[in-house]
Structures are given as structure tokens and as C-alpha cells.
Nanobody, 126 residues
Framework: QVQLVESGGGLVQAAGSLRLSCAAS????????MGWFRQAPGKEREVVAT????????YYADSVKGRFTITRDNAKNTVYLQMNTLKPEDTAVYYC???????????????????WGQGTQVTVSS
């Protein structure tokens, strides 16, 4: 089982930036599809972005396209989420997740991901 630990959340003003990190251990990181998800109070968990094994392919939710960037460093077993131009509606608990699916295309549903971090709070004030 892969263990995931997120860091980098916090309180930021609207239009500001944050970078989230997720460190993985206990598995072969380069064989995992990685994703960032978020869950706001009273809402379902939703995908933010996913990235394939090499980092060469990515997927973004429409709500974050052009503002957020997902990257990974396989040498450091870490995946990142750079969040720019943050909006109050980005406020949520952000989760890192790992998937062993063999196909990257279409891998963005929470049920496709078997390992999850504990989450980190991101709060954007207006």
C-alpha cells in the first residue's frame, strides 16, 4: 500500500498562489498515476488534476484549467500542484491520490484511485 503525505496548504487571499506537495512511500512511484482531488463542505469529492507515470500527460478539471499545474518528480517520489490566481471557490480540503490503473485516459474518478493522503486545507479569502 502506498502512503501519501500532503503539505503546503494554508490561508491565502484571492488572486494569490500556493504550491501543494505530496510525498509518496511504500510503492514504485513511477508506476503510479497520481491525482489531486478536493472536497468542499457539503460537496462531493472532485478531481482537480491528474498526471501519468512519466509526467508527459495531464488532465485538468475545467474549473482550474489555466490556473493550476500538476507536475511530478519521480526521483523524489513527489507530486506537486501549483495553484495560481486562486479564487474563494477553490477553498476545500485537497487530497493527493494514487492509481494503479494501466490506462491514463479516463482515469479521473475518485473510485479509480486506491491510495489517499490525509488531506490539506486550502482556504482562499475574498
Amino acid at each position: 500500500q502506498v502512503q501519501l503525505v500532503e503539505s503546503g496548504g494554508g490561508l491565502v487571499q484571492a488572486a494569490g498562489s500556493l504550491r501543494l506537495s505530496c510525498a509518496a512511500s511504500g510503492g514504485t512511484f513511477s508506476s503510479l498515476i497520481m491525482g489531486w482531488f478536493r472536497q468542499a463542505p457539503g460537496k462531493e469529492r472532485e478531481v482537480v488534476a491528474t498526471i501519468n507515470w512519466s509526467g508527459g500527460s495531464t488532465y485538468y478539471a475545467d474549473s482550474v484549467k489555466g490556473r493550476f499545474t500538476i507536475t511530478r518528480d519521480n526521483a523524489k517520489n513527489t507530486v506537486y500542484l501549483q495553484m495560481n490566481t486562486l479564487k474563494p471557490e477553490d477553498t476545500a480540503v485537497y487530497y493527493c491520490a494514487a492509481s494503479r490503473r494501466p490506462l491514463f485516459r479516463g482515469t479521473y474518478d475518485p473510485t479509480d484511485f486506491g491510495s489517499w493522503g490525509q488531506g490539506t486545507q486550502v482556504t482562499v479569502s475574498s
